[in-house]
T-cell receptor, first 116, second 113 residues
């Protein structure tokens, strides 16, 4: 079974609109972390936001927020007021730690294109 | 700080050749990671290390070896390269337990022909 599922291979959004990128995850651990990374066409991986499984508040970082719904095992990324520079691949990832054995799993990504 | 640096940036190997991908970080991070990213896919964890002298397998370790003799360096060795190892390789690091963010290197694009 896929640990991280990103169901939107590609999205097109008008500039200045908000966009939600979907991510669902599967784990039996109680303690885990969820991440979103951005990968522009230049190829580097840019950390955007982190949510811990015990965090009660949804994480926010500037224009990025993570809509964490634990019971539904979903961790959607919301980008407000999208900009042309937001065009990139976006990856959701999960870290599980079990007796010091780290397991990091990435989804297959969503390609976001911002239309002027 | 230079952050996480990787060399080389690009490399073409023939089938059966060997090479070492270098990774160095100057942030005194204890955890380091190697990932591969196949075209159109997410990253898959190859190996990771929680400190000098300690390494462990990730999801796709076959065909690779690692060592961690210092905090700064975490080289990835490919023995007997195969076309299936054509990929982009990323090294990353983080400091535990203070921060959750992984800092990534720029990647090495490897082609095996």
């Amino acid at each position: 079974a896929q640990k991280i599922t990103q169901t939107q291979p590609g999205m097109f959004v008008q500039e200045k609109e908000a966009v939600t990128l979907d991510c669902t995850y599967d784990t039996s651990d109680q303690s885990y972390g969820l991440f979103w990374y951005k990968q522009p066409s230049s190829g580097e991986m840019i950390f955007l936001i982190y949510q811990g499984s015990y965090d009660e508040q949804n994480a926010t970082e500037g224009r990025y927020s993570l809509n964490f719904q634990k019971a539904r095992k979903s961790a959607n990324l919301v980008i407000s007021a999208s900009q042309l520079g937001d065009s990139a691949m976006y990856f959701c990832a999960m870290r599980e730690a079990n007796f010091g054995n780290e397991k990091l799993t990435f989804g297959t990504g969503t390609r976001l294109t911002i239309i002027p | 700080n230079a952050g996480v640096t990787q060399t080389p940036k690009f490399r073409i190997l023939k089938i059966g050749q060997s090479m070492t991908l270098q990774c160095t970080q100057d942030m005194n991070h204890n955890y380091m990671y190697w990932y591969r990213q196949d075209p159109g896919m997410g990253l898959k964890l190859i190996y990771y290390s929680v400190g000098a002298g300690i390494t462990d397998k990730g999801e796709v370790p076959n065909g690779y070896n690692v060592s961690r003799s210092t905090t700064e360096d975490f080289p990835l060795r490919l023995e007997l390269a195969a076309p299936s190892q054509t990929s982009v390789y990323f090294c990353a690091s983080r400091i535990v337990p203070s921060f959750n963010e992984q800092f990534f290197g720029p990647g090495t694009r490897l082609t095996v022909l």
